[in-house]
């Protein structure tokens, strides 16, 4: 069973003032320590993982595709293929950070070893603005969209849906901002008091959050909505929500 490293980067990165922070970046600092990341910082992720093989086990259609978009290191794709029980499909797992691609691979070899007759994951190091979607009966965006442009987030939610069959699924998890500037403090509050609960100090929520400056930019999940609808999905719904984390299903 592998190790979970431990998240201290923004406790080692000197003591320099947040704004002197480096942007944020999927390399191999990072990669090391993801899983533990994850689990400190997002609140409601280890709930969305479960409920995408429960999904995969409903939506996922034999001879079909599905699709990880943004991988990292393919917690998503492992879901599906934990829950998939139709035949003849196969998993493409996505990322262009070689760093999350390399372990991701390490990762899902374990687990074939562990099952070697689930559906094979294909794993691609690239952008996802330039993959081919087709025959997809569910496609997964686990905080991956947030990290697009605002300018190219239309453009993948369109791919998205010209790649789906009709019935396939969607699964967008985002974290989000609240159009009500009260309710917006008291959901950041809410999130750094999660954070400290997890053991990480103020001057590391701080650090992080100067890194992620620019690089994540959330939405309302108005916006979101919209997107999806305007995109041609039938409907789309959240049915998950933490503090400013959702995760948001769309049927096509």
């Known amino acids: 069973m592998r190790e979970m490293s431990e998240d201290r980067i923004y406790t080692a990165r000197g003591e320099g003032e947040p704004g002197e922070i480096e942007p944020f970046r999927f390399n191999d600092e990072v990669a090391a320590v ?27 259609r034999s001879g079909s595709n599905c699709y990880d978009l943004g991988c990292s290191l393919g917690a998503a794709s492992l879901a599906m293929r934990q829950g998939i029980r139709a035949e003849g499909c196969r998993i493409v797992a996505i990322d262009n950070a070689p760093a999350m691609v390399g372990r991701c691979r390490n990762i899902v070899r374990e687990e074939y070893l562990r099952d070697p007759k689930g559906t094979p994951v294909d794993i691609v190091e690239g952008d996802i603005l330039d993959a081919e979607l087709s025959n997809a009966s569910m496609v997964v965006l686990n905080y991956t969209l947030q ?106």
């Open 147 to 252: 990290f697009l442009p605002l300018a190219e987030r239309e453009t993948m939610i369109r791919r998205i849906f010209e790649g789906l069959n009709d019935g396939g699924l969607l699964v967008l998890s985002e974290k989000v901002v609240d159009p009500d500037p009260a309710m917006e403090s008291l959901l950041v509050d809410l999130h750094h008091e999660h954070k400290r609960r997890n053991d990480y100090s103020a001057l590391e929520i701080s650090r992080k959050r100067a890194a992620l400056e620019n690089v994540l930019i959330p939405e309302t999940v108005h916006e979101h909505r919209d997107r999806l609808l305007r995109a041609g999905f039938s409907s789309a719904a959240v049915w998950l929500r933490y503090f400013n984390f959702v995760s948001i299903i769309a049927i096509r």
């Open 34 to 60: 993801f899983p533990d990341m994850l689990r400190r910082s997002i609140p409601g992720y280890a709930a969305s993982l479960e409920a995408i093989g429960s999904l995969a086990a409903r939506y996922v």
